[in-house]
């Protein structure tokens, strides 16, 4: 009868805004019938601005490690600073992000996010092309770069309200996965990039020992389908009416534990990727500089990006994403050891190898914990800020791990510290993981 009365309701050519103003994702005829086809539209549109969003957020780490060898004269300090804080700000970012579709609906969000994303990039371009620029102007631009890094919250917040709960954990995998793969993108791009001459569009190059490189790029280059993807965002995606919450509903989450601990699991597992992914290339060259692989910063973030909506239907499929986090955290906790002894035996197969592993085990987490949240929370609403802020603080790795890669260098002239640390964060992940979600006395199926 509830399908019959809904339909009746829209009649029989309803308008967009009609059927968006009666969204009903868990009523079967309704998702059939409409909303299945408008989702769609809005994830595809929604995971691509997600995308463009991840290129820029790690834009810079493609760039900071090519500073000095065209003139820029900073300490090793000051360049793993800058590395740092488009996490830092991103990470930051987030928390406010969290809800921005709320406030301003998922289309607007997403076109107001991606349109600031061309600020900083076109500034960075002008600021690359002159070696006087001040050490503080680039502090200003690279963290005006780290607003990229808060898109995924209002992206993940709002595509949730889209799909009825058992396609979330597929939809927000695509979203987040595919999104995730803007930071294996722009490091297959940059490469190539940085020693494409485009002067007569873009400015010339530096002559170095290595040969011209044109960082300003980099930046220029990705402005153009940033642009174009507005138009995208305008024509296909849409606001739909999520209800109004007032601020003690919208804080109420964090009176929740689950909150907490939850995002201290996807901590362990967007973490270490959006972490791993901004100081890889940073630390291969300065544990390995006689390994020439320009591929190599691109093929750990494509894998821990491409897995993660795997991970999302992995745990659909078994009906349990704690399970799926779960032993995807012990492979993890393995590969971590063996990128320590990889490094001691200064063995770039071995490290390189283990962290592969570690990147495609970041992606099953992300995947799997991510679909644990909707079935945690009964309210919609709060699953989708809990979604975003989760997500907010799993990106603070992006900041910390490059900090705690150059806190062992400063002070122990080594890496494998910052990696016992992190080997203990792994462990209480798991013990947290296994006693209150998933051994079979702990009360939740998630």
Known sequence: MANKTILEELGPNPSRKEILAHWQPENEVFWKTYGERIAKQNLYTSTWALVLSFVVWMLWATIAAKLKLVGFNFSEDQIFTLAALPGLVGATGRLFYTYLPGLMGGRNSTLFSTALLLFPIIGLGNALQDTSTSYDTFVLLVSFIGIAGANFAASMANIGFFFPKKNKGLALGINAGVGNLGVSLIYLTAPLLLGWNLSAFFGPGVETANGTIYLQNVCYFW?????????????????????????????????????????WIYTCGFGSFIGYSAAFGLLMGKEFPEVQFA????????????????????????????????????????????????????SFGMFFAAFLLLFLTTGFVNGASFRMIPYIYDNPFHSSLVTGFTAAVAAYGAFLIPKIFGWAYTNYGVVTPAFYILIGFTVITILITWFVYARKGSGMHC
């Open 223 to 263: 402005a153009v389908p940033t642009a174009l993807t507005l138009l995208l965002i305008w024509k296909f995606m849409d606001n739909l009416p999520l209800p109004k919450q007032s601020p003690k509903s919208m804080f109420s989450i964090f009176g929740n534990k689950h909150t907490w601990l939850m995002s």
């Open 295 to 346: 591929l190599a910063g691109f093929l750990g973030p494509f894998i821990g990006a491409g897995v993660r909506p795997i991970g999302g239907w992995l745990a659909d499929k078994v009906d349990s994403g704690s399970k799926v986090t779960l032993v995807s955290l012990f492979v993890m906790l393995a590969a971590s050891i063996v990128v320590i002894l990889g490094l001691q035996a200064h």
